[in-house]
């Protein structure tokens, strides 16, 4: 069995602790390759398989697929079934969160407004401006030039408002502008 999953884990560690990766010698002491000729064979194969690649200057540099990480099955959130640690897929975060990363922004939570919504203070969200929305989308918007994140809801007359993600919340109408910033298209937070 190849033990390049594990040497590519211990890269994947180094490059978040250090943010750039090992030189050639280093990558040997790192992973307890003795030989530069096994070095080499390494970073050929993973260089092969789009884990890493080489700039200009020769130094490592994460490839296409150095942030991809594993999706195991499914678990759970109602009664206990099987483990099955099988990777299911594979893919990077920015592939699956990230649609244009050049309209695509993060902003921070503040505030419990949107906590039925799922939307906690401090999560991240990521927001996709211009993008086209409808009532019921969970919008960023400037509300008589300030900035929150609501449903966007309309009234019988197609007048647009924003609806609170918490009933203690009233809903809010624009007294002069509403303007959609984006729509947010995804959140996550750390514990």
């Not at 790192?30 to 096994?38: A, D, I, K, V």
């Amino acid at each position: 069995m190849s033990k390049d999953p594990g040497y590519l884990s211990q890269l994947r560690d180094y490059y978040a602790q250090n943010r750039t990766l090992p030189s050639f010698p280093r990558v040997g002491e790192l992973l307890g390759l003795r030989s530069t000729s096994s070095v080499a064979a390494l970073v050929k194969r993973l260089k092969a398989a789009g884990f890493l690649d080489q700039g200009p200057d020769r130094r490592l540099r994460p490839g296409n697929r150095f942030f991809e990480r594993e999706c195991l099955d499914t678990v759970r959130a109602g009664l206990p079934a099987p483990a099955n640690e099988a990777p299911a897929d594979a893919f990077t975060l920015d592939e699956h969160l990230i649609p244009i990363p050049s309209r695509t922004v993060m902003l921070k939570v503040k505030g419990d407004s949107m906590k039925d919504a799922g939307l906690m203070p401090g999560d991240t969200m990521l927001v996709l401006k211009g993008a086209p929305t409808k009532p019921g989308d969970i919008v960023v918007a400037v509300v008589d030039n300030e900035f929150t994140v609501k449903y966007l809801d309309a009234d019988k007359k197609g007048e647009f408002f924003l609806k609170a993600g918490n009933v203690a919340y009233p809903p809010i109408r624009p007294r002069e502008s509403l303007e959609l910033y984006g729509k947010v298209i995804g959140s996550f937070r750390k514990y």
